[in-house]
């Protein structure tokens, strides 16, 4: 096969019905173009979802992270970037980078950066699975790590068993992804969807954490806890459990974590 470059370059346009009030991207979609560039990335380079099926193998995210200065505005076309920073047997880690976009945009803006962790597992068993076994450990040959991500690594979110309980949920149609669980990015929404929009009117969302612990499925109820950073009233912990629809324990199935700062400059205010 042949080699091409490291590093996958997609243009997007921040489309209308895609925005929020403040006439800027929703946070939501955003995830949605950073994952669509990761597969688009990992398919021109032989190790896409579609070929991973075919092996009875898929990509599972694993945790995500998205720091923004400043979100596209309204028909704004961005592009995002991604590449792999490293590669080990069962994990890779992925950054992104969002950035202007333009014929006439010889110095592009940079809006913000993502990281993001996946794991590679069989579908039938759903046991973790050796990235290097495909085709022959292709993926070694993409990994790129002269290229800086300034943002913060990942880190883990600890919350104390007490938080409060805002809210419980059915999953429905969709929130339903293509491998049959719950949408990456539909915990994103709903977990931002705890906020009301006077909050958003007021506060600008600067970055988000989420790590994902377990799968949920089609008719669970997801219940989310909160928790208010004791230092900083500005920032939240969330962690998210699902109780069965068919009956069981109620069990965690991720954690996430919010920082928001008081807009500069008019940035999602309105």
Known sequence: MEIIDKIGKYDNLAEPFHCDFSHRLFMGNLGNH????????????????DYLNSIN??????????EMDEMPMQYENFCVETWIES?????????????SSSDND?????????RSIWAMIDTETRQPSN???????????????????????????????????????????HDVDINGHINSVKYIEHVLDLFPLEWYRENTLKRF??????E???????NFYRETDAEDALAFKIRITKT?????????VCRSKLKFVQPINGFQKI
């Open 216 to 222: 949920s499925y089609y008719g669970d109820r997801l």
């Open 106 to 114: 010889t110095r592009p803006k940079t809006y913000g950066y993502g």
């Open 34 to 49: 950073l994952l669509n560039a990761a597969d688009f990335h990992s398919r021109d380079r032989g190790f896409g979802m």
């Open 131 to 173: 990235i290097f076994d495909v085709n022959d450990g292709t993926i070694m040959k993409y990994v790129e790590n002269e290229k800086e991500n300034p943002m913060e690594k990942l880190s883990r979110v600890k919350m104390a068993d007490d938080a409060e309980l805002v809210r419980t949920i059915e999953t429905l149609y």
């Open 209 to 214: 954490d989420i790590a994902y612990v377990a």
């Open 87 to 99: 590669a080990m047997r069962y994990f890779t880690n992925r950054s992104f980078r969002i950035v």
């Open 244 to 252: 069965p629809s068919r009956g069981g324990e109620e069990v965690e």
């Open 57 to 66: 193998k898929t990509w599972v995210l694993s945790r995500l992270a998205i």
